[in-house]
């Protein structure tokens, strides 16, 4: 985007209005809209940050529940983009609260042990029975893996999963929506054994990783995603290897 501005700029040397300028201006009010960096302690895992990414890493979540300085990495596209999907949940989520079923929105969702918090996007209930769904926008080539599949993303179930063991709910959902064309599908999440089995693997996870004091060894390489998109990457790298071995969290498929 920069170089296509410039080279515009470049090219009609004798306008007088500076559109590189502009940009920066621009650039620097969506910086002091992002989430700020600093230091933070957590004192609960989130059920739409344990499932991806470094969300798995047993030594992120020792950094963050004993304090550490976040980094959060910015850049215009990014805040761009978590603004559009926040404006799109709120679209979407009025349209739950003007239809005709019986919706509730964002409902915040609470557990001691483990400690957890989030928000639910919507609980429906149709026909007498309810059901706690989770709304994400993707761009069309997310959208149509998940549509040609019929399977959603591991950690989006796993986020949905735990709303429902929280609310002792055996039906879920998830509500794709295709940010380019607006497209949407709808796939259900029903607690079965196997499912029910594999949330208390999950939650015994974050029980060992909450009661920790201990360093945990590195779960990933420096080069991989997960440590690459994550905000206390830094402060991680500049630690020493580990004390104890905590394994990675295991994101299975539906």
């Known amino acids: 985007m920069t170089s296509k501005i410039l080279q515009g700029t470049i090219a009609n040397k004798r306008n007088a209005f500076d559109v590189v300028e502009l940009q920066k201006h621009l650039n620097v009010t969506r910086e002091k809209d992002w989430r700020d960096s600093g230091y933070r302690t957590k004192s609960t895992f989130s059920p739409s940050v ?146 029910s089995t594999y949330v208390d693997e999950v939650f015994a996870w974050m029980r060992e990783v909450a009661a920790n004091k201990e360093l945990p060894k590195r779960c990933f390489t420096k080069a991989a995603p997960e440590c690459k998109y994550c905000p206390l990457s830094k402060a991680c790298w500049k630690d020493k290897e580990g004390d104890i071995d905590i394994p990675k969290l295991k994101v299975i498929k539906q």
């Open 50 to 195: 344990i499932g991806g990414f470094y969300g798995r890493c047993s030594r992120y979540w020792y950094y963050a529940f004993n304090g550490a300085f976040f980094e959060e990495k910015f850049k215009p596209q990014s805040a761009a983009a978590m603004n559009n999907g926040t404006s799109s949940h709120e679209r979407i989520q009025k349209t739950y609260e003007h239809s005709d079923v019986d919706a509730i929105i964002e409902k915040e969702l609470k557990l001691d042990d483990p400690p957890i918090r989030g928000f639910a996007d919507v609980i429906v209930t149709i026909d007498g029975i309810t059901a706690v769904g989770d709304i994400k926008t993707i761009n069309a080539s997310g959208y149509n893996y998940v549509e040609n599949s019929m399977k959603p993303k591991p950690a989006h179930t796993l986020q949905v999963l735990i709303y429902m063991k929280i609310l002792g709910l055996d039906h879920g959902f998830l509500h794709y929506e295709n940010k380019d064309t607006h497209e949407e599908l709808f796939i259900p999440v029903t607690m079965n054994a196997r499912l």
